[in-house]
Structure formats: C-alpha cells, structure tokens
C-alpha cells in the first residue's frame, strides 16, 4: 500500500444535512470514492430491479429499508473498491448496520455534520436531484445552469418522492430514534467528529483542513 494508505471514510448527518454535497467536496479534493446507499437504493428504483421494487414503498414512506438487506448489499459493493480509499454517505444509519460495517472493516474518520431540524426542512423542499449519478441542486443555494436540467448531462431533474413535508418528518423522526444511536457508538470509538452550522460553504473549510491534517498522519504512520 505504501505511502498513500487505504482511508476509509463515513459522512453522517441528519437527512438534508449536505451529506451529498459535501461529499461531492470531499471526493474532489482527496480523491475517494464515494458510495451513497440512497443513491444506490433510487437508482434501483428508477431501473425497476428486484430490490428496487421491494424497497421502493419504504423509502417514498421515509421509513428505513431493512438491515440485513443495505448491510449485504453495501458491504458486497466495499469489497470491490480498489481505490485510495472511500467516502460511505448514509452507512450505517443504525448500531446493526455499524456493527456490520466494524466487523468487515476498521474506520478511520466519521465526519457528523450537526445542521438544525428548521435549517434542513427548508432545503429539502427545494432540491433537485438527477438520479442516475445522484448530482443534488437547490432552487436558492445551488441551482443547475439550466432550470430544471443537470448540468454535466442535460437531462432532467427530479423532486424525490420523499421530499415531501409530512414524509421529510418522518425521515427526521427516525434519524432520531435510529440513527443517532450510531453516533455514540462512533463516538466511543474515538473516530467520531463533528462539525456543527447551518451552512455547507462554512462547514467546508472545517472538514477541508480536519482531512488534510488525517490524511498526513495516516500516510506518515502508513510509510
Ligand atoms: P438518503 O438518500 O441517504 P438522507 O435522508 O439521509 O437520504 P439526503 O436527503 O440525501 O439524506 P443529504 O445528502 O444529507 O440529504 O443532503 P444534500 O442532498 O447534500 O443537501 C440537501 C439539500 O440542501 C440539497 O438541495 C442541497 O443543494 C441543499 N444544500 C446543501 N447545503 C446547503 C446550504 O448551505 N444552504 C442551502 N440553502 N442549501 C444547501 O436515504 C434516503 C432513503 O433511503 C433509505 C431510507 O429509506 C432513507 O430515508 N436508506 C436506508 N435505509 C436503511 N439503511 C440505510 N443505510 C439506508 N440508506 C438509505
Ligand atoms: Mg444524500
């Protein structure tokens, strides 16, 4: 492996925390490779597979997909990576899926972005995404170039079914039951940290720095 080691990454937060366009940030500048299980779980949706159809009323109802399901699938396609390392967005999402996820592997950093309930309903209402690569955009903070239409792509954007209020609720209801669990089981470990504000542009520079000083001292310890 030599002095560039494997890192292997976890973003939490909060459904509309940014995880997604944070991430995008992350994979930018550090060059992992980026996995989100929504991602992964719209577009089997949108492909019509198996498991798409199966999961499809769970997700639209803002209500978590089985563990043993995402646990499989999300750990199947980790053991393919061979890159520098990668990002996890929406893995694990409760302590069974962190439990799975420590047995098959050890984590070097879980970043928590801690944004307020109010700050995330707002967004959410008005993101656009393009599902088949998972390229988010908001109406105010981010909008495509062409209104309605993906920027690298062109083809058209889409509001997700889960979006709405009452199911954007939901989703906040169960990050809290479920969810937050996993941050004290982090937490425990000593990989947890956190970066809390209501904006992803002042968060940036937080988390920018927080990798540049763990990837050098991972590759010191590596070499
Ligand atoms: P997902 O896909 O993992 P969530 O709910 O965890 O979904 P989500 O909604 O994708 O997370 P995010 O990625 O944290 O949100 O946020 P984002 O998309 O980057 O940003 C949200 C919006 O805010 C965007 O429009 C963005 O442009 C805008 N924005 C960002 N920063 C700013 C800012 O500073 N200012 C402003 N004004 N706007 C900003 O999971 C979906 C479903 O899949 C299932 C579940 O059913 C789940 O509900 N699922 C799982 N089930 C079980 N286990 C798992 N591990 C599962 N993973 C997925
Ligand atoms: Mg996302």
Same mark, same amino acid.
Request: net charge neutral; charged share 25%.
């Given at each position: 492996?030599?002095?560039?080691?494997?890192?292997?990454?976890?973003?939490? &937060?909060?459904? /509309?925390?940014?995880?997604?366009?944070? $991430?995008?940030?992350?994979?930018?500048?550090? /060059?992992?490779?980026?996995? $989100?299980? &929504?991602?992964?779980? =719209? @577009? !089997?949706?949108?492909?019509?597979?198996?498991?798409? +159809?199966?999961?499809?009323?769970?997700?639209?109802?803002? #209500?978590?997909?089985?563990?043993?399901?995402?646990? =499989? +699938?999300?750990?199947?396609?980790?053991?393919?990576?061979?890159?520098?390392?990668? +990002?996890?967005?929406?893995?694990?999402?409760?302590?069974?899926?962190?439990?799975?996820?420590?047995? @098959?592997?050890?984590?070097?950093?879980?970043? !928590?972005?801690?944004?307020?309930? #109010?700050?995330?309903?707002? =967004?959410?209402?008005?993101?656009?995404?393009?599902?088949?690569? &998972?390229?988010?955009? !908001?109406?105010?903070?981010?909008?495509?170039?062409?209104?309605?239409?993906?920027?690298?792509? /062109?083809?058209?954007?889409?509001?997700?079914?889960?979006?709405?209020?009452?199911?954007?609720?939901?989703?906040?209801?169960?990050?809290?039951?479920?969810?937050?669990?996993?941050?004290?089981?982090?937490?425990?470990?000593?990989?947890?940290?956190?970066?809390?504000?209501?904006?992803? !542009?002042?968060?940036?520079?937080?988390?920018?720095?927080?990798?540049?000083?763990?990837?050098?001292?991972?590759?010191?310890?590596?070499?």
């Amino acid at each position: 492996m030599g002095l560039s080691k494997m890192i292997r990454a976890v973003i939490m &937060g909060p459904p /509309g925390s940014g995880k997604g366009t944070m $991430s995008a940030r992350i994979i930018k500048s550090f /060059g992992l490779q980026h996995m $989100s299980s &929504g991602d992964i779980l =719209r @577009a !089997n949706i949108q492909d019509k597979t198996e498991l798409g +159809l199966l999961m499809k009323s769970c997700i639209d109802q803002g #209500q978590l997909v089985p563990d043993d399901i995402i646990s =499989r +699938l999300i750990l199947n396609d980790l053991r393919k990576i061979d890159s520098s390392g990668w +990002l996890l967005d929406g893995f694990p999402r409760t302590v069974s899926q962190a439990e799975a996820l420590d047995h @098959a592997f050890a984590l070097d950093t879980v970043i !928590n972005l801690n944004v307020p309930f #109010q700050t995330i309903k707002e =967004r959410l209402t008005s993101r656009w995404t393009h599902i088949p690569s &998972g390229r988010v955009y !908001n109406t105010d903070f981010n909008p495509p170039k062409v209104p309605g239409l993906d920027d690298v792509t /062109g083809e058209p954007l889409v509001q997700r079914d889960d979006d709405r209020p009452e199911t954007v609720t939901r989703r906040l209801k169960s990050y809290e039951t479920q969810t937050e669990p996993v941050l004290e089981f982090y937490r425990s470990k000593g990989v947890l940290e956190t970066f809390t504000g209501t904006e992803t !542009n002042k968060i940036w520079p937080h988390v920018e720095a927080f990798l540049h000083r763990k990837f050098s001292s991972l590759s010191q310890r590596a070499a």
